[in-house]
DNA sequence: GCAATATATTCCTATATCGGAATATATTCT
DNA sequence: AGAATATATTCCGATATAGGAATATATTGC
């Protein structure tokens, strides 16, 4: 059967970590044109075009034309979802009593992480 | 240059849909054999040890032997830095005054997407 | 040891996805 | 109109990824 793509989720939207990258630069409310953007990262013009229309089929971003520019901003709603889903797991980690069981609960999954990333 | 994954991200796992959804059988905190969550979700056993696979790298699951078990359990710590990140944007829904405009703007851009989906 | 059960892995195919390069399409300026 | 600027799109090659099917690898019970 035919792999559906779901790149047009808020969740896949934000895998990719140059998007967060871009949705960081609009995180302050302001528009952007593309340009900005692109001065802000490191990467070519096209690409970050291309995170922005994935973003934007996503709801995440919203373009408005201005003259020459196509100025970018961030809809934070699109995130919500994300937001809500996650906000479910919140008690497992707001509601340990004992910080420094937690930091080292953290530390040693990070170590997890680690390994099996070398693993493979 | 060669495209680099970033599968083990925490935010990658997830990204998933069928992943969500393994996560969202293990989310009562109990252990769940494979076989359990097979029958739980309507999805073949290989894919679904593949999706293990993939949230264990992540760190989001761990799994201990048990006889002929393999038994995962959630890692709830793992998606903190999911909340923390989508955290940063709570402000621009929760400090919204006018809960009905919220409502509005959250089905207009439902509407948008929609749009930008059949567009595409 | 052998059958049964549970789970992982491998192989495969179709498709998705990223980024680079080149190009196309506005829009503004002179 | 023509040059300059801003942005999108297309084409391409390399790689990632999902899931099916078949198979391999435990582990348990007899």
């Keep these: ?6 790149s047009a989720d808020v969740f896949s939207a934000i895998a990719e970590p140059r998007r967060r990258e871009v949705v960081a630069v ?7 044109a593309v340009n900005e953007i692109v001065l802000r990262m490191k990467m070519a013009q096209p690409a970050v075009s291309k995170h922005l229309n994935a ?6 971003v919203t373009v408005v034309k201005r003259g020459q520019h196509r100025m970018y901003r961030l809809e934070a709603l ?6 809500d889903w996650v906000r479910g797991f ?11 069981k937690q930091r080292a609960e953290q530390k040693a999954l990070e170590r ?3 390994l099996d990333k070398d693993k493979q």
Tied chains: 1, 2.
């Design 78 to 83: 699109a995130l919500k979802p994300v937001h």
């Design 26 to 32: 609009l995180a302050d409310g302001q528009e952007y």
């Design 1 to 6: 059967m035919t792999r559906r793509s779901h």
């Design 55 to 60: 973003l934007r089929k996503a709801g995440v």
């Design 112 to 114: 997890l992480i680690r």
């Design 90 to 100: 919140e008690r497992y980690w707001t509601h340990q009593v004992d910080q420094i």
